[in-house]
């Protein structure tokens, strides 16, 4: 049992930053891969960015192209916490924003949206 919570959200101005916190419980936690989507309005949710679990304390990052250079993703294993470092923000970036964690590593899984646990979101409003 996985349990995540999100926090960070908030209004921004164009240009701005923010950044995201998912906080996770369960002793599994350092070997799941974890990652960032979105949901805007009226639109489905979309993958942003993972955390790949590769074992061995290593872990690889796997970005879309609408978050290569402005988006971040890290993790402190010790504090059971994921971080989304969001940079130059834009109004399209409006939308909740969801952390997840699943036990597979391919981000086949992240593209599908097939996690095997779910925050409840964060909002993400980024005015012009």
């Known amino acids: 049992q996985v349990q995540l919570v999100e926090s960070g959200g908030g209004l921004v101005q164009a240009g701005g930053s923010l950044r995201l916190s998912c906080a996770g419980s369960g002793r599994t936690f350092i070997s799941y891969s974890m990652g960032w989507f979105r949901q805007a309005p009226g639109k489905e949710r979309e993958f942003v960015v993972a955390?790949?679990?590769?074992?061995?304390?290593?872990?690889?990052?796997g970005y879309t192209d609408s978050a290569k250079g402005r988006f971040t993703i890290t993790r402190d294993n010790a504090k059971n916490t994921v971080y989304l470092q969001m940079t130059s923000l834009k109004p399209e970036d409006t939308a909740v924003y969801y952390c997840?964690?699943?036990?597979?590593?391919?981000?086949?899984?992240?593209?599908?949206?097939?996690?095997?646990?779910w925050g409840k979101g964060t909002l993400v409003t980024v005015s012009s």
């Open positions: 997840a964690a699943d036990r597979n590593s391919d981000l086949s899984h992240f593209y599908r949206r097939d996690m095997d646990y």
């Open positions: 955390t790949l679990w590769r074992g061995d304390n290593t872990y690889e990052g």
